[in-house]
């Protein structure tokens, strides 16, 4: 899979919720740009002092995008990957990015039907502290955002790719 297996459609005038939509699958094209295409050694490659990997960031990713869309749904987590063996799987390149495809479609899905009411309120790591989904989508993106942008640093390194958008 690559970044074309995103659906991903301009959105010039939408509501609020179509909007972070749309900013989080172009930033979720980007990431499967960044990522995309390298033999494990390179998703592995680490650039000293830094111990930051590609296959980290994919797996990072993953996890907090599946966990974040369950809170928001109101779950206490995302079980889904819950036998995941992640250290077993940052050697294996091409099942970890299925994994984080299969997992953005997931949430994808779910933050079509959540995006229509980002003033529902749910608890967040606690009974103690709520916020609303909306709060959860735009930190979701923020997440997404920060991590590509560190995926782009990493990958021209590895590789001398550069570029914001894919081709």
Known sequence: MDHTDIPFAECAT??????????LDRVHRQFAWKTGGLPVEQMLQKHPPSELTLA?????LTRVEADWTARAQGRDGDE??????WDALAHEPDELRALWFQTIARTRQAWTVMATDLDTVVPWYGDDYHVNRRRVLVDILEENL???????????AVDGLTGNDPP
């Open 56 to 60: 980290w960031l994919v797996q990072h």
């Open 14 to 23: 939408g509501t609020e919720g179509e909007m972070l939509l749309f900013a």
């Open 146 to 156: 920060l991590h590509t942008g560190q995926t782009s640093i990493v990958r021209e």
């Open 80 to 85: 889904t990957l819950a036998d995941v063996d």
